[in-house]
């Protein structure tokens, strides 16, 4: 049987954009990704790919950043294999290992998380995903209810598991990473943790959090703010991350008028995450 024949797109543009990008090109049928320095590569098959589609996404947010793209053909690959070869585990704060199920570890940790990302993001090799489970360290989640909007591969989800957190809801819009998501919250021993396709707006204004986890991008953290500050306890916690150093005044005068203020400020590679109360 012949092999697939694929197209393998490499994408340029500012490192804020590729999250979008991968996001939505994901929803294009596009089904492998790897991030790189200077932008990511993408793959499709060669007789599903529209140039039109393509070129109205990337109209769609050029004014965020200039994105330039290349293709070149390739025969179908054992994804799996590419994809370990790239996949290293790492430590936050020497106090939790992030690793796949392929990877042996000899070193124990007080937190181990499993996670196989797939086409989904949150390994915490991004600065973002660190800079989250680091605040994640530093607080108290012994017995309270906590929300991961936009969760990706369910990292943060987990960690708030392994942190004590007796009630968890997670959600993405993207059917890959709810997916993604079930299967590391197996993985890691707590399928229980609450889990749906769609966005905060799903969760009622009365159900209240003492913690959320947004780490999505700015102007989906700036949109959902007040959202998240509807459901959020008035002594409860929101940690914001997806967004560089720049952006964070945006991001304090949007969470002023929800009447949220920031109480500390993390900073990784110029990325930022956020801590905020009433």
Not at 27 to 48: K, L, P, V
Not at 62 to 67: R, S
Not at 217 to 241: C, F, I, M, Q, W
Not at 244 to 257: G, H, R
């Amino acid at each position: 049987m012949p092999k697939k024949q694929y197209l393998c797109l490499q994408f340029l543009c500012p490192e804020p954009l590729s999250e979008i990008l991968i996001a939505e090109l994901a929803d294009m049928g596009y089904d492998s990704f790897w991030e790189q320095e200077d932008g990511f590569e993408a793959y499709i098959e060669a007789s599903d790919f529209k140039e039109d589609d393509l070129q109205e996404v990337i109209s769609r947010y050029a004014a965020l950043g200039e994105i330039n793209y290349h293709t070149a053909q390739v025969e179908e690959k054992n994804w799996n294999v590419e994809w370990e070869s790239n996949f290293e585990p790492i430590t936050v704060e020497d106090q939790c290992l992030v690793r796949a199920d392929f990877h042996h570890i000899a070193k124990d940790y007080p937190y181990e998380i499993v996670i196989n990302p797939k086409m989904s993001f949150g390994t915490g090799h991004h600065a973002t995903t660190y800079l989250m489970l680091s605040w994640q360290l530093e607080l108290d989640q012994q017995d309270i209810k906590v929300m991961d909007a936009g969760c990706g591969t369910g990292i943060l989800a987990i960690m708030a598991r392994l942190r004590g957190a007796k009630e968890i809801v997670a959600f993405d819009n993207n059917e890959w990473a709810v997916d993604n998501s079930r299967e590391n919250f197996e993985l890691n021993h707590c399928p229980d943790i609450r889990m749906y396709q769609g966005t905060v707006e799903k969760i009622p204004k009365e159900d209240q959090y003492d913690i959320i986890l947004a780490n999505i991008n700015r102007n989906v953290l700036l949109e959902e703010l007040p959202l998240y500050a509807d459901r959020l306890r008035k002594d409860g916690v929101l940690l914001l991350s997806g967004f560089y150093n720049y952006d964070a005044p945006l991001i304090e005068t949007k969470a002023a008028d929800s009447g949220l203020i920031v109480k500390g400020q993390k900073e990784k590679n110029d990325w930022v995450a956020l801590k905020l109360t009433f």
